[in-house]
């Protein structure tokens, strides 16, 4: 008997296929097994052809083969009560489930412990990738897709939107952390096990901080959130695990931002939290962001996300835009139900929750990464107290617990490390009796920093340097100009361990200096220009790129120089930190 063309699926998955097709006069063919993004199902592409004279025909559908879980096995009703949920269909146009969501063609079939799902294609014929490859090829058309996404949410899918009954801004939180606060599950454990916190301590202290916060985590009976009141929390259809893998658009980069398809809705609930969707995908596009950021950057993204004044000159341009598209998606949304302010409350209170889903995410985000997502949710606990109006101070302050091993992406000099960990941007040297020499200076945090350089600037020399880059839109000016002074500022902190590494950090500190002016002039000479065609070489931003391709290669070159001058004989060049995490990470990995 020849090996069946579904055996990666399983031999009783494989049996049951073969009769399936038996059964219903279908025939497949064809499969093309697909990513599965880290979610533990098995996809596979297939052709269908119906023999019933009234459905002869023949198109591809996906297979997919749920992971044998306690949540995938909800994945088919899901779906279903997604599609049943409506909201009615408009004369004008057609239904959100219609447009945004992926339709299930054939019933689901049970195998073993899992079920096996025959989904449409999503994108009516279009070529369709999920805005995690977007996210990873750093396409410009992210921002908007971002805010399309959060705005259609609710202005299609919730016009009908029904306020719930109202509640303490503590079970707000609560109820959108759900089983996290489970007392002897994952994010209780990372609290005690990492921070040396518990749920019961009310007010908290951060490593190389002064002054207290309160615990985000402590959310029981006479907490500050407790006396603080939701009158009007917004509720209604929502997909519940909202990230970049669980979004399909189509591939083509000019297509429509809201051309969208959402996959996966394992968790959907008609009567959720509106706000935790559009906060959760927006922290999640800020975190691929974060292995770019130095500690003055991170400091500047929590300012804006908690919608305090601050430079920004630090925060990429298309993270800003990130981060305004989705706050402001809402808008008119918000503008037919006057509900600004009550919003804004709601919206500060998902943050602290969404923050916290964050810190126990160990397979995508490092130590680093996790600590700034909880020192963001305990200042989002912060500004929600000073809305309220109350105190969550107490007589009694935990101090939050140092990491024992710091992170290779703490740059700054050892005695700073602490603070770095937390985002903090103050230089505060710890007294030392014993003085600085050249074998504890700072050799190890400069060649990590060299490798950060040479990756983060590497990509944008290529596509300037290459015939077949045909725009240059000033956002990438931006990027490379504050990433430039960025990498200038981190750099200039550190001791180098000898003499001839000092001048060789001198050249690097030149070259950063030079690649952003020469970004910032072409910047400027773009004018009201949103793109430059390199086809127009009379234009005078033409003119300032070939300055700024020499400048970049400089900078490589000085680093390259750097590098193997400070890394010892028997190395090798270490891996840079990627800024777009593993696609087996895509899935959101659940607590």
């Known amino acids: 008997m020849d090996r069946s063309p579904f055996a990666r699926f399983g ?3 494989s049996e049951l296929l073969e009769s399936w097709q038996t059964q219903n006069h279908r025939k497949l063919s064809a499969p093309a097994f697909l990513d599965d993004g880290g979610s533990g199902a098995l996809l596979a592409s297939v052709t269908v052809r119906d023999s019933d ?24 009703g899901g779906l279903k009560a997604a599609w049943l949920s409506g909201p009615a269909k408009n004369e004008s146009c057609p239904s959100f489930p219609e447009t945004h969501l992926v339709k299930q063609l054939y019933d689901p079939m049970p195998v073993n412990d899992a079920w096996m799902m025959f989904q449409e294609i999503a994108g009516d014929g279009q070529d369709m990738v999920t805005l995690a490859a977007v996210v990873r090829q750093r396409q410009s ?3 908007d897709i971002a805010a399309a996404v959060a705005g259609s949410l609710l202005s299609d899918w919730n016009p009908d ?3 719930g009954e109202p509640m303490t801004a503590a079970e707000f939180v609560a109820a959108l952390l759900d089983r996290r606060l489970a007392p002897n599950g994952p994010l209780a454990q990372w609290a005690r096990d990492e921070l040396g916190i518990s749920f019961s301590d009310a007010s908290i202290t951060l490593p190389g901080r002064s002054g207290t916060l309160p615990n985000p985590l402590h959310l029981k009976d006479g907490c500050g959130l407790s006396r603080g009141q939701v009158e009007d929390p917004l509720r209604g259809r929502a997909h519940g695990d909202l990230h ?34 559009p906060v959760h995908l927006m922290l999640y596009l800020v975190g691929e962001f974060l292995p770019h950021l130095t500690d003055e950057a991170r400091e500047e993204v929590l300012a804006l996300l908690l919608g305090r004044e601050a430079d920004g000159l630090l925060i990429p341009q298309g993270l800003r835009r990130i981060v305004d598209g989705i706050r402001d998606a809402p808008g008119p949304w918000l503008k037919i139900r006057a509900l600004g ?5 709601q919206w500060t209170l998902a943050l602290q929750a969404c923050a916290l889903m964050f810190c126990t995410r160990s397979k995508k985000y490092d130590d680093r990464d996790r600590r700034w997502f ?8 912060a500004e929600s107290d000073r809305r309220f109006g109350v105190d969550s101070a107490t007589a009694r302050v935990v101090n939050v617990r140092p990491p024992s091993v710091p992170t290779a992406a703490v740059t700054g000099p050892a005695a700073d490390r602490e603070a770095t960990l937390f985002g903090r941007t103050t230089v505060t040297h710890q007294p030392s009796t014993t003085p600085k020499t050249p074998e504890t200076a700072d050799g190890d945090a400069i060649l990590r920093l060299l490798d950060e350089i040479r990756y983060t600037f590497e990509r944008p020399l290529e596509q300037l340097a290459s015939a077949r880059a045909l725009w240059v839109a000033p956002e990438l000016m931006e990027s490379i100009r504050t990433r430039a002074i960025g990498f200038k500022t981190v750099l200039g902190r550190l001791r180098p361990p000898s003499k001839i590494a000092w001048n060789r950090v001198d050249d690097i500190l030149r070259s950063l200096r030079t690649v952003a002016d020469k970004a910032n002039d072409v910047r400027n000479s773009l004018g009201p220009i949103s793109k430059l065609s390199l086809t127009l070489p009379q234009h005078p931003a033409n003119q300032g790129l070939q300055a700024l391709v020499n400048a970049l290669d400089d900078l490589l070159g000085d680093v390259r120089s750097a590098w193997f001058l400070l890394s010892p004989p028997t190395s090798e060049p270490t891996q840079a930190t990627t800024p777009i995490r593993p696609t087996d990470a895509d899935a959101e990995v659940t607590s």
């Not at 893998?245 to 009567?271: C, Q, W």
């Open 161 to 163: 939107d029904k306020g």
């Open 11 to 13: 031999e009783r998955a």
């Open 244 to 277: 970049p893998g669980n979004i399909m658009v189509p591939e083509h980069p000019d297509a429509p931002a809201d051309s969208y398809r959402l996959i996966d809705l394992t968790r959907f609930d008609k009567d959720a939290l509106l706000v935790r969707d």
């Open 141 to 143: 058309r992210l921002p």
């Open 341 to 345: 302010p009550g919003w804004a409350v």
């Open 53 to 76: 004279p009234l459905e002869q025909r023949r198109r591809r559908m996906i297979i997919k083969l749920c992971a044998s879980d306690e949540e995938a096995s909800v994945e088919p």
């Open 374 to 381: 909880f020192r963001l949710a305990a200042e989002a606990a």
